[in-house]
Every structure is written in C-alpha cells, then in structure tokens.
C-alpha cells in the first residue's frame, strides 16, 4: 500500500483548501499518513487528519522527544548523532521518512529548504513529490530534474543564493543529472539487449500519484 509522506515550510500555519482535498483522497484510499512533529504545515495537518479521525498515520521525530502528536498517532523515533535542535538533527527525520514513503506531498513557501530537501530526496530516489506553492495556490509535479529546476524557478534569486549556501542546491542539481543520465543509459542498454533476447519481459506499471 502506498505510504505519503507529507511535509512542508515551518511559516506556512494553515493549509489551504486545496491540500486538504488531496489529503482527503488520500484518507479516502487508506494510505499510510508520514508526517514530521514540527510545527507550521506539520501541525496543520496534523489538525486536519484529526479532524477527520484518521488513525492510518506515523509521526516521526529525531531523538526522543516528540514537539507534536495532536492525535496521539504511533510514534517513531529516528536516532541521529547530530547535535540536538541543529537543522542536521532534525533532518533525520525526514530522511527516514524520504526512504520509507512511496510518494510525497508537499507545501511550500518558495524560501523553505527543508521542504526543498524532501522533495531532493525523493528525486533522487526515484520517487515523485506533488508539491503545492502555497503563494501562487497552484501545485507542481516533480518526477526528474527539469521539473525540480522548474520548481527553483519559482524562488526569487536571493532566496536561491541563500538556499544553495545553506544545502548546496546547485551542487544537488549536477547529482540529479548524473543519476538521470545512468539511468536512461542503463534502460537504453535493456531495452537493446531485449531484441537479442526470446525472452517475454513483463512491464513494471507505474504507480499514479493519489
């Protein structure tokens, strides 16, 4: 069953009506909820799942101390040898929760890397991330890296400066191209190596997104 990850920007305090219709699709279809203890969009869709009495949900937290569960949802808690409260410390969380999801939702404010960081790691691990601009009221699918370039595009150059500094975007950008180029050769080299081959291959389907 697919699990969501859901995240998004600590400034962003209430999620508009947009996302809590995906979210309801989401409840609908039973998926595993994902979701971070922190406050801003965290806290706001931890609000809104509990309104709808939810119980399909996993909060995770770094270390041992858990900021928020408003539904007393099954915790889980990812041990990091960060120094507590440090943005690396509270990165583990959602790390754990990039490499535990099928597919991720995001809000974002257009400044926010923490939630640019989740949507890099399910790139880079192959997974999509649906991600709502909370200021433009529009979402934005990103599965390779020219739709997360399109995604950067929405930053103003001073927030990119800053965001690259702080996570090294650019620098992500270039991995993402080398991963992306791997695995077209590799598919390419498959898809070659079939017409020598008698062989009747079945097609993994790809999953939609809820």
């Not at 219709?21 to 801003?40: E, H, Q, T, V, W």
């Not at 950067?152 to 950008?173: C, H, N, P, Y």
């Not at 898809?191 to 008698?198: A, G, K, P, Y």
Request: proline share 1%; glycine share 4%; aromatic share 10%.
């Amino acid at each position: 069953m697919n699990k969501i990850f859901i995240s998004g920007s600590i400034r962003i305090k209430n999620i508009d009506k947009k996302v809590e219709k995906r979210i309801d699709n989401i409840i609908n279809s039973n998926f595993p909820i994902l979701l971070g203890d922190a406050n801003g969009v965290d806290t706001s869709v931890q609000k809104f799942i509990k309104s709808k009495a939810y119980k399909n949900v996993i909060i995770y937290c770094s270390g041992e101390h858990v900021r928020n569960n408003i539904g007393r949802w099954k915790v889980k808690k990812i041990h990091t040898g960060h120094y507590k409260k440090t943005r690396l410390f509270y990165t583990a969380k959602d790390i754990q929760m990039a490499k535990e999801c099928d597919y991720g939702l995001m809000v974002w404010d257009t400044t926010s890397t923490g939630t640019l960081n989740n949507v890099y790691e399910l790139l880079r691990q192959g997974k999509k991330s649906l991600v709502f601009l909370n200021n433009m009221k529009e979402f934005i699918l990103v599965s390779n890296v020219d739709e997360f370039q399109k995604l950067l595009s929405f930053m103003e150059k001073s927030s990119f400066e800053k965001a690259d500094k702080k996570v090294q975007l650019k620098q992500k950008i270039q991995g993402l191209k080398c991963i992306h180029k791997n695995i077209t050769v590799s598919n390419q080299t498959f898809q070659r190596d079939q017409l020598f081959n008698d062989n009747v291959y079945q097609q993994t389907k790809l999953k939609s997104m809820p």
